[in-house]
């Protein structure tokens, strides 16, 4: 990356743009779009709130649902073992293309992972965003040669975080614009998804599915972090997370430029005591207990909405944020068992049912014809074992034989007998 702009090995983001003056003074150049983005919000948020009931669900592909995010850099040998270790079936790499001058090692890393889907964050400098012949003739180098190995190419990345890059959606959708051109022009095949907002920020999104340039998404990436709310449960705005993907799948649907696809690209919780890797303060950051649970009540959660075609976390291996911590050695954090026993279990799962009672939650689906329910809990309580509870297991796979279970933050699995 070239000045003003700067990456932070740490986080693995960019520092934020410390000089001010060119801070203002490019938003200032795209004051048009800025203005843009608010009127188009203030007409489709409302409309889309209003139309979120009548939101429609599709049966979701358990076994595409769960990607992790990968770096291809990073100890690559052993996050390939690692990821069969898991059993995930869908993975998420991440390229910045200030890097081409690494595409022949990412291609190495790619053609290794063999039968997985892959993903393959494109993410913007810059330079890129400014000369478009570059971003053109860079991007057909990336289709040509990876074209036939990826599932998904997810075109740009936070692009509402100036750091990133980007000053506005115009620039955005310029950016997205000639990698659609593209694929209608040489790569029909291949399958472009976008536009990459970080957070609860659908103003940013309703101006990337409603505008007038001509490209189509093959569905919508967003990078749905809740972790500066705490549990994913709990609300901002007065939505938690199932009412936003509820209100972002919604505005996919009505918009004309995207298929009916929604892939929650990057999400996950800072990690305490881990400055300075964390991506954030110490103030948003958690114990690894709470990691572990947040992340398996996320994925539970976006799986119970059936809106979501995939979710991927942010990532296996990084110190502040990640299921392993390599600061000496490899450490598998909790959260790796919690991964792991989670795709054991639901993989290949069909959604039943979610209810929630008092803070209770049970999430019921079926798996090689057997009832499976997990169970959590925002205020502990205790339910007993029941005759009818075939076996039942903590969130990290262990078995629990107690008479009395404690239901809290730790989800847990209880398989029913002879329920279907």
Known sequence: MKQPFNWDNYSDQPYPLKDKNYKKQMRKNQVGSLLKTFFISLVMLPFAIIMTPFVKRKKIDSNDFFCMGVDYQRQSEMTLELIEELGVSRVLVRFKLCKMQTFNELESFILKLKEK???????????????????????????????KHINIFEIGSTINRTKWGFFSVDEYNRFYQVAYALKKEKFPNIKLIGSGVIDFEYHFTAHTLFNSFKYRYDGLSALLYVDRRGAPENTQMGFNLLDKISLLSTMVWLSPKSAHELHITETNWPISNTAPYAPTSEYECVSEEFYSDYMLRYYLLAFASQQVDSVSWHQLIAPGYGLIDNRDGIKKRKAFDVYKFMIQNLKNSQFLRLDIKREHYILQCLVNEKLLQIHWSLKPITLK???FFSIIYSSS????????????????????KDAV
Do not use: A, C, M, W
């Open 117 to 147: 889907k892959i993903t393959l964050k494109i993410i913007q400098d810059r330079e890129h965003i400014e000369d478009l012949k570059l971003l053109e003739n860079d991007l057909n180098t990336i289709f040509t040669k990876l074209g």
């Open 385 to 387: 074992n029941e005759d």
């Open 397 to 416: 796979g262990d078995i629990i034989k107690n008479e009395t279970l404690h239901v809290g933050s730790s989800p847990i699995y209880i398989y029913i």
